[in-house]
């Protein structure tokens, strides 16, 4: 904890949880579709985000965070008009989660070429979020740190080719967090590797190129 | 390093190194944050800016809430101060309960504000120090720190009880905004070290047990206008501490004391809108005009 958690964040009311957190959710899948625009969003609120968001904003914040602007953006008011400009087509789906965090949303993005991904997160207080489910496989972080997350199947040796490639040619890159999980023994698996400082832009193509990994993203520090 | 886990802690190390609370938290963050002083210096500049950006846009008169149950309270207040020589209070007070009201309005309308320590509560800080920025003369440089003191002071309460009323009830919210703001107001008007605590643990004291029920669970009613009574017992605090009229509990206990009330409030008075205000008749009424049956 530092002064500026005291102090800030700088944010669009009225709520940390129901706002804030929102927007941050939002980013995650920003940031997922590599700030491309979606043609087609689907809102899932549950719990109190379902009870109470029309009046905390938390659609608008939502759709502002997928769009890219921050917790402190001016837009988020406006963000249904800067949406329906921006020919997003989006729906809010009032639905319980089950065994969901209380304030959970899920937002499933499908881009112009078709392509189509979620991302299931939680507020859990302070403007903080826990992202849970990134396409329906559990991770777990919060958005602090730099995030890689790396899809693959589940062989063995993998996780040792994406370290040693950091250790060996990303040689200042250190690790905060690992999480690790995966669909059933041989199937689908994500690793999510929290970074303390910037990984460059290369690291991504260079995992992309490990065998057995099938995609690799890079979540900044939202 | 400070560990942020007493109130003594800060006073002792302030008072030893014969440095105002505000210098050493801000060599200590830039040591901890691994930034320059004059970086964490900036950061917090700007937040002043934008306090002083919320207080502009909440006195406007046409602010409503999302909900429309609520707007408009900073510029009715500032009417009444105006045309009324300022009211019972005298028109420096009046004018900060004016300003309060118009950062925690803005919050309500989704504007722009500065969690001090949260948005619920967020209209106390900028209502003491915008105040005494605008009225008094004060130079920017020395409010700017001030809020350094407040933060830490926040930080010792975040760690030993807590900020958040679904944890604590309001008494976490507003009534840390308020020991914040009294500690920063003290430090302002030249006062110790030990004053800083004297006035951060009469405001805690006068605060607790307070609930949190928000009406609809919506940060408006009441929240809007305890941000009011919490800028009051910040003044006040911060008064009888410089007076020497001090508290007969240490500031650590009264922390510790808000902790053990905090954890005794059962949950339909932490934020959860299943009671006081939220489940009276009238709450319930709103609550229905907003979110249907």
Same mark, same amino acid.
């Given at each position: 904890?530092n002064v500026?958690d005291?102090?800030?964040p ?11 957190g929102? &927007?941050?959710?939002?980013?995650v899948v920003n940031?997922?579709?590599d ?10 609120l549950s719990g109190?985000?379902?009870?109470? %968001? ?20 001016e ?5 249904l008009?800067i ?6 087509? %989006?729906?809010?789906v ?6 969901a ?5 899920? *937002?499933v ?6 392509s ?21 496989m559990?991770v777990?972080f919060s ?10 199947l589940?062989?063995?040796? &993998? *996780?040792?080719?994406?370290t040693?490639?950091?250790?060996e040619? %990303?040689?200042?890159l250190?690790i ?10 041989g ?21 992309r190129k490990?065998?057995h990994v ?9 | ?5 007493s109130?003594?802690e ?15 938290v801000?060599?200590?963050?830039a ?7 004059e970086a964490?210096?900036? /950061?917090?500049?700007?937040?002043f800016e #934008?306090? /002083?950006?919320?207080v502009a846009? =909440?006195?406007?008169?046409e602010?409503? !809430?999302? !909900?429309?149950?609520? @707007?408009?309270?900073g ?5 009444y ?8 209070? =005298?028109?420096f007070? !009046?004018g ?6 118009? +950062?925690? =309005? $803005?919050?309500?309308?989704?504007? /722009?504000? #500065?969690?001090?320590?949260t948005a619920?509560? $967020? ?21 700017v ?7 830490a002071?926040?930080m010792v309460?975040?760690a030993k009880?807590?900020?958040?009323g679904a944890? @604590?009830?309001?008494?976490a ?12 107001? +003290?430090?302002?008007?030249?006062g110790t070290?030990?004053? $800083?605590a004297?006035? $951060?643990?009469?405001a #805690?004291a006068?605060?607790? @047990?307070l609930v949190?029920?928000p ?7 009441p ?10 017992i910040a ?10 009229v001090g508290?007969?509990?240490?500031a650590d206990?009264c922390v510790?004391a808000m902790?053990? +009330?905090?954890?005794?409030l059962p949950a339909?008075?932490?934020?959860t809108a299943?009671?006081g ?5 009238t709450g319930?009424k709103l /609550?229905?005009?907003v979110?249907?049956?």
């Amino acid at each position: 904890m530092n002064v500026f958690d005291i102090i800030g964040p700088v944010m669009i009311g009225p709520s940390s949880s129901h706002t804030a957190g929102a &927007v941050r959710i939002g980013r995650v899948v920003n940031k997922l579709m590599d700030g491309q625009t979606p043609a087609k969003l689907e809102l899932i609120l549950s719990g109190s985000f379902a009870q109470t %968001y029309r009046g905390h904003g938390t659609d608008r914040a939502l759709l502002a965070g997928v769009m890219g602007f921050h917790s402190y953006s001016e837009e988020i008011r406006d963000a249904l008009r800067i949406a329906d400009r921006r020919g997003i087509r %989006y729906e809010f789906v009032k639905r319980d989660l089950p065994g969901a965090h209380p304030n959970t949303a899920r *937002i499933v993005y499908t881009l112009a070429d078709g392509s189509s991904g979620s991302v299931q997160a939680a507020s859990v207080g302070g403007g903080n979020i826990r992202v849970d489910l990134i396409n329906d496989m559990h991770v777990d972080f919060s958005g602090d740190s730099n995030t890689l997350l790396v899809m693959h199947l589940d062989r063995p040796g &993998v *996780i040792a080719a994406v370290t040693n490639l950091m250790r060996e040619e %990303y040689a200042d890159l250190n690790i905060c967090n690992f999480h690790l999980s995966r669909e059933q023994r041989g199937g689908n698996a994500i690793m999510t590797i929290e970074i303390d400082n910037m990984p460059p832009a290369e690291l991504i193509g260079d995992i992309r190129k490990l065998e057995h990994v099938t995609n690799a993203l890079l979540i900044r520090r939202l | 390093m400070l560990k942020y886990q007493s109130i003594q802690e800060l006073v002792s190390a302030a008072e030893e190194r014969g440095l105002k609370i505000s210098e050493l938290v801000l060599r200590d963050q830039a040591e901890a944050m691994d930034q320059t002083q004059e970086a964490l210096y900036e /950061r917090m500049r700007k937040s002043f800016e #934008v306090m /002083r950006e919320s207080v502009a846009a =909440g006195q406007k008169r046409e602010l409503r !809430s999302m !909900s429309g149950l609520t @707007g408009g309270e900073g510029w009715r207040m500032k009417q009444y101060t105006e045309s009324h020589n300022g009211g019972l209070c =005298g028109s420096f007070l !009046s004018g900060a309960i004016a300003r309060a009201l118009a +950062v925690a =309005g $803005c919050n309500a309308s989704m504007g /722009r504000i #500065v969690a001090a320590p949260t948005a619920g509560s $967020c209209g106390i800080l900028p209502g003491c120090l915008v105040s005494l920025y605008e009225e008094r003369g004060m130079a920017e440089r020395d409010i700017v720190m001030s809020i350094f003191t407040a933060g830490a002071f926040g930080m010792v309460i975040a760690a030993k009880a807590s900020i958040a009323g679904a944890e @604590g009830g309001c008494q976490a919210e507003c009534g840390s905004a308020a020991a914040m703001a009294a500690a920063a107001l +003290v430090e302002l008007m030249g006062g110790t070290p030990t004053q $800083c605590a004297d006035a $951060c643990a009469i405001a #805690v004291a006068n605060q607790l @047990g307070l609930v949190c029920d928000p009406v609809a669970g919506l940060v408006e009613i009441p929240c809007i206008k305890r941000n009011v009574s919490g800028l009051m017992i910040a003044f006040s605090s911060a008064d009888l501490a410089l007076a020497g009229v001090g508290p007969k509990i240490p500031a650590d206990e009264c922390v510790d004391a808000m902790r053990e +009330v905090g954890n005794a409030l059962p949950a339909a008075l932490r934020e959860t809108a299943g009671g006081g205000l939220a489940a009276t008749p009238t709450g319930q009424k709103l /609550r229905e005009q907003v979110f249907g049956k």
